[in-house]
């Protein structure tokens, strides 16, 4: 069965400065994984899939993620911060085209 | 626009009801899911969909069933609510063999 682990539960860095949000996944096959985005009030947002081509994922609003099969890591990172970047992050893994989600990780972005 | 339309934003009903959560799509998607969102819990599986008429169970199906009577529909039932079926439904809908999922907006069910 597959899973996904976020390693934090909510993480805060400064305006203009790096992000990293970690995500380590379980999977019998080899998988498909995803980063979404939900900002307050707001539905999920696809932010960057990973379907077995380049193991370095470029997404939406400069975000990126690398899969990493020795480390069985997908960590989402951003080189610099924005306040609009403030929501939950969701790391995604799929098998037989079912999703299973993480916890989540709440962003604060610090002004 | 490609939508998946959930007929209700918020609902509040009591204890012991039945309660119906409607979920459209307009893409000719093949699969269709549903979700319930709790802090601390992210999204778990409910009930799934490959196709008319099929249905498969999630990793929390208990006090749940579903309907899918048309490719478009995918309804979700709680038989008997409880005020531990209180939380954010989410739906969504895919492409068979394409990994481009589409999220409702949510209803948020309060059961008192």
């Known amino acids: 069965a597959q899973s996904v682990t976020q390693l934090d539960s909510h993480v805060s860095v400064s305006e203009g400065t790096p992000v990293l949000l970690r995500c380590n996944y379980s999977?019998?096959?080899?998988?498909?994984l995803f980063w979404y985005v939900q900002h307050p009030n707001k539905g999920l947002q696809l932010l960057l899939k990973?379907?077995?081509?380049?193991?370095l994922v470029k997404g939406i609003n400069g975000f990126e993620a690398e899969f990493k099969k020795s480390e069985t890591s997908f960590h989402l990172t951003k080189p610099s911060a924005h306040m609009s970047d403030a929501a939950e992050y969701f790391c995604?893994?799929?098998?037989?085209?079912?999703?299973?989600f993480g916890t989540g990780t709440r962003l604060t972005i610090i002004p | 626009d490609v939508k998946v339309t959930q007929s209700s934003r918020y609902l509040v009903k009591r204890t012991g009801e039945k309660v119906f959560l409607e979920c459209v799509q307009d893409?000719?998607?093949?699969?269709m899911f549903w979700y319930r969102q709790d802090p601390g819990l992210g999204l778990r599986l409910i009930y799934f969909?490959?196709?008319?008429?099929?249905?498969e169970k999630g990793d929390i199906p208990e006090g749940y069933s579903v309907s899918r009577e048309k490719k478009e529909r995918f309804s979700l039932i709680l038989e008997s609510a409880s005020t531990n079926q209180t939380s954010m439904y989410l739906c969504?809908?895919?492409?068979?063999?394409?990994?481009?999922?589409?999220f409702g907006s949510g209803t948020r069910l309060t059961v008192v």
């Open positions: 893409m000719d998607h093949e699969n």
């Open positions: 969909s490959y196709d008319v008429k099929m249905k």
């Open positions: 990973y379907t077995s081509a380049a193991t």
């Open positions: 969504a809908s895919s492409q068979q063999g394409f990994f481009g999922y589409t």
């Open positions: 999977s019998s096959y080899s998988p498909s």
């Open positions: 995604v893994v799929t098998e037989r085209e079912k999703l299973t």
